[in-house]
């Protein structure tokens, strides 16, 4: 059978039954925290995607840039300006 992204992500996420401290430290996030908090809808479907640079992005209620899936590859995000972005202004999109 075919496994969702979600069921691949949880199973390499899973934390064996014998502790290793470096996993379960609480300074360290989980794979399936980081892709919650990060994961993004693909194109009109139920699947969901990583995509490490829009992720990188910092929250603006006033934001400069916005993202959007390509038009002809479901597997790829645009981040494209909204407005005039400054030299030395930091790029912003709205989450």
């Avoid at 360290?28 to 994961?39: D, H």
């Amino acid at each position: 059978s075919i496994k969702s992204p979600w069921e691949k992500l949880y199973t390499l996420s899973s934390v064996p039954s014998t502790p290793i401290p470096e996993i379960q430290d609480p300074r360290y996030k989980s794979a399936e925290g980081i892709f919650q908090t990060n994961c993004l809808l693909i194109g009109d479907s139920n699947s969901l995607g990583l995509f490490p640079l829009i992720s990188r992005f910092n929250h603006s209620c006033c934001p400069n840039a916005g993202y959007r899936g390509h038009p002809e590859n479901d597997e790829v995000q645009v981040v494209q300006a909204m407005r005039d972005i400054q030299p030395d202004e930091e790029n912003c999109v709205s989450y």
